[in-house]
C-alpha cells in the first residue's frame, strides 16, 4: 500500500512520512527541495525496507501538479490515500498583500489541494477506503491582521474538506482533517506563543491510527477545541475590542 | 540579530564553567541551513551540547542546532560503508549499525552526542589505544561553508580542509554528513575483569601489560586523600565470542539537571570511594556486562554529574608519555599534599594515534581528573598547568574549559599551522566559538 505525502520534507509532513513508513508502507513523498526529499527516502527505505519515491515539485503551480503528479506512469492503482501536510506562509501576510502573493498562498494552502482532490478523485472512482487527509490551522477560527490570507485559506480548506463528506461522489473515500494549533515545528521556532505546542510525533501517530475512519474533523492539540468554542460563542465586537487591549 | 528561526537562549557548557546568552536556529532543511548561514555574520554548530567547555556557543555566533539532520544516507553493507547526516546520534546509529553487527569503536561517552560533534572533537572512546580517535574510521565527510558553499572532504578530495576538519572543534563550517568505514563486531556484550591496585604505579603496569589488539582497559582511582592516591581497579572489557540477536536501545533522554545544593565535598567523595572500591573487591573478578554499560558508562549514573551542582565541575584530561608519567605523578602528588584538591574522578587509559593541529590524539597515556568547580581547585589546576612543559603534556581543550591561550600555545605545537591554514581557507573567520575566541584560534 502506498500513500502519497505532499509536504513531507519537514514538520509535521516529515513526521508523518516516518510513521507511515516505520508501519511498512510506502511512500510517494513531495515537496519543493529535491535535495530534503532524497535524504527522507534513503534514511527510510534503509530503515524500514520499503520504497519511496520523490516527486520535486512547487505545489503553488497548477501545473506542475498536472505535469509531475497526474502522470501515465503514476501508480494510481497503488495509492491508499494522500496527505496534505503542507502550507505556505509569508511574513509580510496582511489583508492588503500584492496580488502574487495571494494567489501562492491561496495556491499552496486552498486551492492546490482541493485540485489534487478533484483530479483524484477522477482517478479513484470506486474510492473504497481511499483516505484524504487535511490540515487547517487555528488561524482560520477568525480574521486577523497578520497571516490573513493564510487564515482565509486554511478557513476555505476546512469548509472543502466539510463540504467532502456531504459529497455522494465522496461517501466512500475516508475523509479525515486536523485542525492545528501551535505545532513543535520551524513555523513557531523563536515564537513567542503563550499556549503550549502539540508534540508532532503524537500527532503523526493519530494521524496513522485514524487513517481509515470514514469521516474525522478535529483539533490537535485538544484544548483548542475549546478556545474555538469561545471564539465562536463571543461576539466579535468583543473579540476586537479584547485584541486591542492584548496589543496595545 | 533576531531573525526569523532563531531564539535567544540561555546555554551552559556542560561542565558549567561558562553561561551566556545565545542567538540559537535548528534547520530542518537544506534550503534553510543555506539561508541562514548566508544571513549570519559568525556561526557555530551546535549538536546535543554536551561537551565540556563551550565549543558549541558564543557571545557572537549563531549557534546552528544539527540535529534535524538525522537521516542515514547510504548503507552498504558488503562495503561496510555507512553516510550518516550530522545530527545522528551515536544511539540511534548503532541502533541501526548493530543490527547488522557492524560498528565504529571510537565511541564518545554518551549515546546522545551527535556524529558532528564527535567527528568535530575527533572523540575517542575507551579503545583508543587499539582504535585510535574516530578520524580512523571516517573515509569522506560533506561540509556546507557560509563562503564555499557545499564541500565534499575526504583523502581525495579538499584533503588539507577534510585534515582541517576533524578535530577542528567545528571552525571549518557545518558537518553535514558524515560517511563510515564500519568493522564488525562478534558480540554485543562483553567480558569484564576486574584487576585490584594498591597503588598509580602498580595501575600503569596493569594496563600497559594487559593492552592487546582485543581489550579496552582503564582504571578508575581513588584520589581523595594522599594515603590511598592511586588505588583501584583495573578494567579489562574484551568483546564476548557468542552473537545473539540484537535488540534495540531503549529511546535514550539526557539526564543532566545539576542538583540546587553540591553534593560532592570531601567527605562524600571518599565515603562513595571507600563503597565503591570495596563493593568491587567483594564482587566477582569477571563478568559480563552489556553493551551501554561499557560503552555508555555514565548513561543512568547521570546523577554522577549532577552531584556537582549549578557551579558544576572542571574536567582535565592529559596526554603523557610513559616514561614521563612517574615523575609527573610524583610532582602532582607534592602539589596535591600542599593543595588539598578535592577530585571526584581520576582515571588512566592508554591512546593511540598522532598529534595534529589542535587533536587531542597520540601515542601516550590518557589522565582524567574531575574537579569541584572551587577556588582552591582552580588554583592547584594553573599550578598542574605549569608542569605541562616540563614533562611533555598535552590537555584537552575538549574537555578542559579553563585553558588559557598561553598554555594551549606552549602545549599544542601545531596549533600555529592550524590557524594559518584555517585561515588561508576562511579569511572572514566565520565559525566562531567561545573556546576558539578564548584561545585566538
Sequence with gaps: MTYLIIGASSGLGRELANKFAKEKNDLIISSRD??????IRSDLE???????????????????????????????????????????????????????SMQKLLNSNFLSISYTIKKFEKYLA????????????????????????????????????????????????????????YLDTNLSFGKDLKLPKGSILTLSKIVFKNREVNFKKTFFPKYWALIYLIIKVLPVSIIRKFSAIINK | MKKQYTKEKKNSSFDKSISLNIFYTKPDKYKLLED???????????????????????????????????????????????????????????????????????????????????????????????????????????????NHGWMNLSDKENKEIFDLTVGGIGLTGTIVSVTFKLLK?????????????????????????????SAFIYSWNRADDLKNFGKGLVYKNEINNCLIDFKEFPKFKNKFSPFFIPLWNKISIKMINIIFFYFNQITKPIKDEDFIKV?????????????FGKKGFIESQLLIDEMKFDAFMEEFKILYTKFKPTITLFSIKNMSGKQKFVRFEDNKLCIT???????????????IDNLYNKYEILPSIIK?????????????????????????????????????KRLEI
Design chain 1, 34 to 39: 529535491e535535495r530534503d526529499l532524497k535524504a
Design chain 1, 46 to 100: 534503509i530503515k524500514y525496507k520499503i520504497n519511496v519515491k520523490c516527486i520535486a515539485l512547487d505545489f503553488t503551480s497548477i501545473n506542475e501538479i498536472d505535469s509531475k503528479i497526474f502522470t501515465e506512469n503514476f501508480p494510481f492503482d497503488q495509492i491508499k490515500g494522500v496527505l496534505f501536510p503542507v502550507g505556505m506562509m509569508f511574513e509580510k501576510d496582511n489583508p492588503l498583500l500584492d496580488s502574487e
Design chain 1, 126 to 181: 470506486s474510492g473504497k477506503n481511499f483516505s484524504i487527509i487535511g490540515f487547517g490551522s487555528v488561524s482560520g477560527f477568525l480574521g486577523r491582521k497578520i497571516n490573513s490570507i493564510y487564515a482565509a485559506s486554511k478557513r476555505a480548506l476546512e469548509s472543502y474538506f466539510e463540504s467532502l463528506a456531504f459529497d455522494e461522489n465522496f461517501k466512500n473515500f475516508n475523509i479525515q482533517f486536523y485542525t492545528l494549533g
Design chain 2, 36 to 146: 541562514i548561514s548566508f544571513n549570519s555574520e559568525k556561526i557555530i554548530n551546535i549538536g546535543s551540547n554536551l561537551s565540556y567547555s563551550p565549543l558549541g556557543f558564543s557571545k557572537e555566533s549563531l549557534s546552528m542546532d544539527i540535529r534535524k539532520f538525522n537521516r542515514i544516507l547510504e548503507f552498504d553493507l558488503k562495503e561496510k560503508l555507512i553516510k550518516v547526516e550530522a545530527g545522528l546520534t551515536f544511539h540511534e546509529l548503532l541502533n541501526f549499525t548493530l543490527k547488522h553487527n557492524l560498528w565504529i569503536p571510537q565511541l564518545p561517552g554518551y549515546p546522545s552526542i551527535t556524529i558532528g560533534g564527535a567527528v568535530a572533537a575527533n572523540s575517542h572512546g575507551k579503545s583508543c589505544a587499539i582504535h585510535g580517535s574516530i578520524r580512523k574510521s571516517i573515509k569522506s565527510i560533506l561540509l556546507f561553508h557560509k
Design chain 2, 185 to 213: 563486531i562478534e558480540s554485543h556484550t562483553f567480558t569484564t575483569k576486574k584487576f585490584i591496585t594498591k597503588n598509580i604505579d602498580e595501575c600503569k603496569k596493569i594496563i600497559l601489560k594487559e593492552s592487546d589488539q
Design chain 2, 295 to 307: 560503552i555508555f558508562p555514565f548513561y543512568g549514573k547521570e546523577k554522577y554529574f549532577n552531584f
Design chain 2, 369 to 383: 581528573f574531575d574537579y569541584i568547580n572551587s577556588n582552591k581547585n582552580l588554583l592547584f589546576m594553573s599550578k
Design chain 2, 400 to 436: 578542559d574549559s579553563r585553558i588559557s591561550k598561553e598554555t594551549f600555545n606552549k602545549t599544542y605545537k601545531y596549533s600555529y599551522d592550524f590557524k594559518n591554514k584555517l585561515k588561508e581557507f576562511d579569511k572572514y573567520r566565520v565559525y566562531q566559538s567561545e573556546i576558539s
